[in-house]
Nanobody
Framework: QVQLVEHGGGLVQAGGSLRLSCAAS????????MGWFRQAPGKEREFVAA????????LYADSVKGRATISRDNGKNTVYLQMNSLQPEDTAVYYC?????????????????????????WGQGTQVTVSS
């Protein structure tokens, strides 16, 4: 069982920044792809960013590319999402997700990282609201 807990959401003004964190209660954290997704009211959950086992590879949705940075600290079992230049369209519940565990024999970051249905574990979400 993998448990994920997000923190860092809140109300910010357009143009502002925030940093979300996700703490994972799991062994072998460095064998999981970690991702961030978001869901606005009435919309499907969409991909935001993902990061590989060691943090050497990342993937971003076009909507946040250049404004978002995903990172991880495997020593703390924590993944982060730094968001800058926030806009009202970024308003959503942000979810942390984990895909794994994987070995190098069945792992392909490029094929898996942005695919929502491949993530097995999800946090409860943290609300981000951006005012105009």
């Amino acid at each position: 069982q993998v448990q994920l807990v997000e923190h860092g959401g809140g109300l910010v003004q357009a143009g502002g920044s925030l940093r979300l964190s996700c703490a994972a209660s799991v062994r072998a954290f460095d064998s999981f792809i970690m991702g961030w997704f978001r869901q606005a009211p009435g919309k499907e959950r969409e991909f935001v960013a993902a990061i590989s086992y060691s943090g050497g590879r990342t993937l971003y949705a076009d909507s946040v590319k250049g404004r978002a940075t995903i990172s991880r600290d495997n020593g703390k079992n924590t993944v982060y999402l730094q968001m800058n230049s926030l806009q009202p369209e970024d308003t959503a519940v942000y979810y942390c997700a984990a895909d794994g565990p994987h070995s190098t024999l069945d792992y392909d970051f490029g094929l898996r990282a942005g695919v929502r249905d491949l993530y097995d574990y999800w946090g409860q979400g943290t609300q981000v609201t951006v005012s105009s």
